[in-house]
């Protein structure tokens, strides 16, 4: 929660909800101190808040109080507590009648209404009941300063350490990126901008390069101090439209939007909204999102009816929050969205970046700039495209891997890329890599992939075998290394491979 939402009328209207015995404002319940308390629910959220505002209270009314020399007796009935109320206001110290205003008329143990209040101030009525609420309101000021001062502490120890808002985000799978300096420089102007559209919209086509950049991006706006929190949801699709050889999603729109928004309130802490409906959701998350930044990252929208679906439920809960997506599919439409495509590597990044791969293969390897050309007419600049390259050129000599890229006349590359890739593999690993096309579409932990009833051994070489490959891709997680198959991969499989019958498991 942002400091400067912290005010009287928020605190004063969960004061009196509170003492009213009714549900209590959203606000105050998003504070930042309250996460040392570790409340799962709602409930006990509220319950850790009640108790560290009458905490507070009592130990600046105690320290007032010793301020002046009183040692107050216990209180045992409403008679003694307003005793200590006239007492509190016989020393003409303002500060010590304005912690005893707040505690008696909101926190106290028994409840007291103004007009007994303003009986135990001492003077005339008419005048007691003014400094009363002079008191009462100075009171809440001082409280208010105080949880600001808390709040602040509170962010300096959660929010504005790099490894915290690191927690929710992939761990990087580059060992060096290239050519995405001005994406990025680009990316964070944009984030830094307040004026600047609340969405943004990293946009190409399949093996680009988005996931990278906004994975970079996040890591990068992680070590700044403008977030409250970041967030990564991975929005990946799962069944292929054969026609279109495209990923789609077998659930309706608002199934996903659900999706998205459930994997929201478990990142932000906000368990206690499980089993609310969606709506319901999202208005309770607007205090939040809306009361401080954070940055939100969805990577791997596939279909254009999801985004239509998408973009404009996760409107309100944008400002100063702001939303990072990654999609094939441009959202030029959107007047809320500023779209960033990513191009191809220039012709140099692309040597930069396979010999980089070759390199980290043990293999340092300079390409001459007739060989990269060459290799650059068919692959163009397709990071993915150029690690399969990669990954080819380590085991074949490179006259043989030119010779075979020369041979692809059709607009689609990866195509060719992946049947090369292919005919590559083992019998092995290319039977393991059908039995997991469709349990590594997401991210899988290593005993999902077990389940098909491979010998671990041999699963071991073809896992290994895969990787290396660069078909197999590796997350690591924060509860372990997961794998999973690009999209790309997945529709090759599930087009060319799939579609061609089980004889072709054969070399």
């Not at 309706?252 to 709506?279: C, K, M, P, S, Y």
């Not at 043989?400 to 041979?407: D, N, R, T």
Request: with cysteine.
């Amino acid at each position: 929660m942002e400091v400067e939402a912290i005010t009287v009328p928020v605190l004063k209207r969960t004061l009196r909800a509170w003492r009213q015995g009714d549900k209590l404002p959203e606000e105050l319940l998003t504070l930042d101190l309250l996460r040392s308390y570790r409340a799962a629910t709602n409930a006990e959220r509220c319950h850790h808040l009640q108790q560290h505002l009458l905490n507070l209270v009592e130990r600046q009314l105690a320290e007032q109080r010793h301020i002046v020399g009183m040692m107050p007796a216990a209180v045992t009935d409403k008679t003694s507590l307003l005793h200590h109320l006239t007492a509190d206001f016989s020393h003409s110290y303002p500060k010590l009648e304005a912690w005893s205003a707040l505690y008696h008329r909101y926190f106290s143990a028994v409840a007291l209404d103004v007009q007994e209040l303003t009986t135990a101030v001492p003077g005339k009525p008419a005048a007691s009941e003014k400094l009363l609420q002079r008191r009462l309101n100075a009171g809440l000021k001082l409280l208010v300063g105080r949880l600001q001062q808390e709040e602040i502490a509170a962010h300096s120890r959660y929010q504005r350490q790099p490894h915290h808002l690191r927690r929710h985000l992939p761990l990087p799978d580059y060992a060096q990126l290239f050519g995405i300096d001005p994406l990025l420089d680009r990316l964070t102007g944009w984030l830094s901008d307040n004026q600047a559209p609340p969405f943004i919209s990293i946009e190409g086509i399949g093996g680009i390069g988005k996931t990278a950049v906004a994975r970079a991006a996040a890591h990068q706006l992680a070590t700044q101090p403008q977030w409250q929190d970041i967030l990564w949801i991975s929005a990946r699709q799962h069944r292929l439209d054969i026609e279109s050889g495209q990923m789609r999603d077998e659930k309706n729109a608002a199934q996903t939007f659900a999706d998205i928004v459930r994997h929201l309130t478990e990142q932000l802490g906000q368990t206690h909204l499980a089993g609310l409906d969606t709506a319901v959701k999202v208005q309770r998350l607007q205090p939040l999102l809306r009361g401080a930044p954070h940055l939100i990252i969805i990577d791997n929208l596939e279909t254009l009816a999801d985004l239509e679906a998408l973009v404009p439920h996760l409107h309100p809960l944008a400002s100063p929050t702001r939303f990072l997506l990654t999609s094939r599919h441009s959202l030029s439409q959107y007047p809320f969205v500023a779209c960033l495509p990513v191009p191809d590597l220039s012709l140099d990044n692309c040597r930069l970046l396979i010999e980089s791969e070759l390199a980290r293969r043990g293999q340092a390897i300079t390409l001459a700039a007739s060989d990269m050309q060459a290799i650059y007419i068919v692959v163009g600049g397709l990071p993915l495209a150029l690690k399969l390259v990669a990954a080819q050129m380590a085991r074949l000599n490179l006259n043989k891997v030119l010779a075979w890229l020369q041979q692809a006349n059709w607009p689609d590359p990866y195509r060719y890329i992946y049947q090369h890739s292919w005919q590559m593999l083992s019998i092995e690993a290319r039977a393991f890599l059908l039995e997991i096309v469709d349990i590594a579409a997401v991210p899988a932990k290593w005993e999902l992939l077990a389940c098909i009833g491979w010998p671990e051994q041999e699963m071991k070489a073809a896992v290994d075998e895969l990787i290396d490959a660069c078909l197999l891709e590796t997350d690591h997680t924060t509860d372990g290394l997961r794998y999973y198959l690009h999209r790309l991969t997945v529709t090759f499989l599930q087009t060319d491979i799939l579609g061609w019958g089980e004889g072709l498991i054969q070399p």
